[in-house]
């Protein structure tokens, strides 16, 4: 997907941020993208051509023919693929550099998501990475996804780790904290989120912060069976686990503000950018100890990290920080300062510093660069 897209999410608001830095260097960028409802064949954002072809579920067989049959005659200095849930391969039909930025691969998680014989193929083309990938240098977003690299067989000299940014403007206090205890989630309803968890363990919660409340910000194929499970569980829908869908992202930054705590229950994330979203706003975290959650959250200090699945660890972390203040407002004061570090400018330069190792020579005063979806051109 790219940053037009409904659905897009932290993985396309990393690769938009690095990229709408590098165009206004002099680059030239294109972005190949899956397509959408609605979508554009061809579209513009802050000076980046924006190419979409085939749909989320095919993209990585349609967007390397898209490559071939509409940006073949182009030159480009380096091809960036964002190895977002899939490989597409590209050093096998591109003949320029490759720059591989990884978010975070699925793994076994995907058997969370999917049916097993989507996961299989999944799998399938991940075990493909070491072979294809093996001499091309990787970005990664945290060292537990550079770690998972290093498992799977890309040489640790090949990877650097560039950190997220974040956007100072938006994630911000903008409002006092809530009368009542405030728990929020911010993130996509899927299955492997962990949802499922935050409600048995807020169900939990309840029981000793009587006037908590759950603000779930966010959609996806699984809210239907999220809202069910809370109603099982005796979870009243408007005074104790609200489900608000996609929200205004001034109404999302005033719920994170308000909040006590924002809890991230994920198996795995490449970063957790919700986390560092939730601490710009002044607001502590409780998340699972995790792949790049372990990164994002410093323990103890600015967020508590409990056992991924265990929801009586969850419930309990949770009604600490609600119910004990003095620590609630240290952890608090430490978590801006450490959302503070992370700048988008910060990532952008430390990304193009990668770039240019990965194009073999510093760029020309208007180099070109491609995207994957993105592909990508840039």
């Given at each position: 997907?790219?940053?037009?897209a409904?659905?897009?999410?932290?993985?396309?608001?990393?690769l938009?941020?690095?990229?709408?830095?590098?165009r206004?260097?002099?680059?030239?960028?294109?972005?190949l993208?899956?397509?959408?409802?609605?979508?554009?064949?061809?579209d513009?954002?802050?000076?980046i051509?924006?190419?979409?072809a085939?749909?989320?579920?095919?993209?990585?067989?349609?967007?390397?023919?898209?490559?071939?049959?509409?940006?073949?005659?182009?030159?480009?200095?380096?091809?960036?693929?964002?190895?977002?849930k899939?490989?597409?391969l590209?050093?096998?039909?591109?003949?320029?550099?490759?720059?591989?930025?990884?978010?975070?691969?699925?793994?076994?998680?995907?058997?969370?998501?999917?049916?097993?014989?989507?996961g299989?193929?999944?799998l399938?083309?991940?075990?493909?990475?070491?072979?294809?990938?093996?001499?091309?240098?990787?970005?990664?977003i945290?060292?537990?996804?550079?770690?998972?690299?290093?498992?799977?067989?890309?040489?640790?000299?090949?990877?650097?780790?560039?950190?997220?940014?974040?956007?100072?403007?938006?994630?911000?206090?903008?409002?006092?904290?809530?009368?009542?205890?405030?728990?929020?989630?911010?993130?996509?309803l899927?299955?492997?989120?962990g949802?499922?968890?935050l409600?048995?363990?807020?169900?939990?919660?309840?029981?000793?912060?009587?006037?908590?409340?759950?603000?779930?910000?966010?959609?996806?194929?699984?809210?239907?069976?999220?809202?069910?499970?809370?109603?099982?569980?005796?979870?009243?829908?408007?005074?104790?686990?609200?489900?608000?869908?996609?929200?205004?992202?001034a109404?999302?930054?005033?719920i994170?503000?308000?909040?006590?705590?924002?809890?991230?229950?994920?198996?795995?994330?490449?970063?957790?950018?919700?986390?560092?979203?939730?601490?710009?706003?002044?607001?502590?975290?409780?998340?699972?100890?995790?792949?790049?959650?372990?990164?994002?959250?410093?323990?103890?200090k600015?967020?508590?990290?409990v056992?991924?699945?265990?929801?009586?660890?969850?419930?309990?972390?949770v009604?600490?920080?609600?119910?004990?203040?003095?620590l609630?407002a240290?952890?608090e004061?430490?978590?801006?300062?450490?959302?503070?570090?992370?700048?988008?400018?910060?990532?952008?330069?430390?990304?193009?510093?990668?770039?240019?190792?990965a194009?073999?020579?510093?760029?020309?005063?208007?180099?070109?660069?491609?995207?994957?979806?993105?592909?990508?051109?840039?």
């Open positions: 997907m790219d940053i037009g409904p659905a897009a999410g932290g993985a396309e608001v990393h938009f941020e690095i990229l709408r830095r590098w206004a260097r002099g680059h030239t960028v294109t972005w993208a899956a397509n959408f409802p609605g979508g554009a064949e061809e513009e954002r802050d000076g051509r924006i190419i979409r085939g749909a989320w579920w095919n993209a990585n067989h349609t967007l390397p023919a898209a490559y071939r049959r509409r940006l073949s005659g182009e030159r480009f200095d380096a091809v960036i693929e964002d190895i977002n899939l490989p597409f590209a050093p096998r039909w591109t003949r320029a550099p490759v720059l591989a930025v990884v978010p975070h691969l699925f793994g076994t998680t995907v058997f969370a998501e999917t049916a097993w014989p989507q299989l193929y999944v399938a083309h991940e075990a493909l990475i070491p072979l294809v990938y093996h001499d091309v240098p990787f970005l990664a945290s060292e537990s996804t550079r770690d998972d690299l290093v498992d799977r067989g890309i040489p640790e000299g090949n990877i650097s780790v560039v950190h997220c940014g974040l956007d100072h403007e938006r994630y911000r206090p903008t409002a006092p904290k809530a009368d009542r205890p405030t728990v929020a989630f911010v993130g996509r899927r299955r492997y989120k949802v499922d968890v409600l048995d363990a807020f169900a939990r919660v309840v029981h000793d912060v009587p006037d908590a409340v759950l603000e779930v910000i966010g959609d996806g194929p699984h809210r239907g069976v999220l809202e069910a499970r809370a109603r099982q569980l005796g979870l009243d829908p408007e005074r104790q686990a609200r489900f608000r869908g996609f929200v205004p992202a109404t999302k930054v005033e994170l503000s308000s909040a006590h705590v924002s809890v991230c229950p994920s198996p795995k994330e490449g970063w957790g950018l919700t986390v560092v979203e939730s601490n710009a706003c002044g607001t502590t975290v409780v998340a699972s100890r995790s792949p790049g959650l372990v990164d994002s959250v410093r323990d103890g600015t967020g508590l990290l056992p991924h699945g265990d929801a009586a660890a969850l419930a309990a972390a009604t600490t920080v609600l119910t004990d203040a003095p609630r240290r952890l004061v430490e978590a801006r300062a450490w959302a503070a570090t992370f700048t988008w400018d910060r990532c952008a330069d430390e990304a193009h510093a990668v770039l240019e190792r194009a073999g020579a510093v760029p020309s005063p208007a180099p070109r660069a491609a995207v994957r979806g993105a592909v990508g051109a840039f």
